[in-house]
């Protein structure tokens, strides 16, 4: 069975490279809503990170099979999740910050990927998870990927609190158009 793991790392790394960079180069503007990242959201993205990519030792019982189609399935999530990141990262420009807040001249993003989902990069990062637990196939990884869930909606619902303050009626009508993680679905 050829082992993907490896494979995946390198994607995961060379994405979090791109990010890293792009939020360096990111031009700073005021501040016009401070950001919402709480330490809850931060802690449970690190604990699912830990049980995902690091193997502890603990719940490494594998609830998914180790063939070569579950190996193509899942190696293919990772990739359609990572680009689907990217691509919501283009269509932001200099909006996208590493914390979600207004700043000067902050614009309602309704093109690229934000036509189909209100959070595309969230969506992406949970289907990228989501292959990489399968890939790994163990309970702990899946435990993790439940935590990095839990936070994706405590700041998607922080989020989208923020841009309703900002926006009013047409980030409202925006939410009831467009679903905020999985289209057509929630």
């Keep these: 069975m050829v082992d993907l793991s490896r494979d995946v790392g390198w994607l ?7 990010f890293t960079f792009e939020a360096l180069s990111t031009r700073q503007r005021t501040l016009l809503a401070k950001p919402v990242a709480s330490y809850r959201e931060r802690a449970l993205l690190l604990i699912g990170a830990i049980a995902i990519f690091f193997r502890t030792g603990i719940g490494e019982v ?9 190996n193509v399935v899942a190696f293919s999530a990772v990739v359609a999740g990572l680009s689907l990141m990217l691509w919501a990262r283009l269509v932001l420009r200099e909006q996208w910050h590493g914390q979600a807040a207004i700043r000067a001249g902050h614009e309602l993003i309704r093109e690229g ?8 990069i969230y969506s992406g990062l949970a ?19 439940a935590a990095v869930l839990i936070a994706i909606r405590l700041k998607i619902a922080a989020e989208d609190r923020l841009l309703t303050a900002h926006f009013g009626e047409r980030f409202a009508s925006y939410r009831r158009a467009v679903k905020a993680f999985v289209p057509y679905v929630g």
């Design 127 to 145: 289907l990228a998870l989501a292959g990489t637990v399968a890939l790994r196939g163990d309970a702990a990884a899946c435990a993790g990927l």
């Design 62 to 70: 594998r609830l998914f099979p180790d063939s070569a189609l579950m």
């Design 12 to 18: 995961w790394f060379g994405v979090g490279v791109i």
């Design 113 to 120: 990927p934000y036509r189909f989902v209100r959070h595309p």
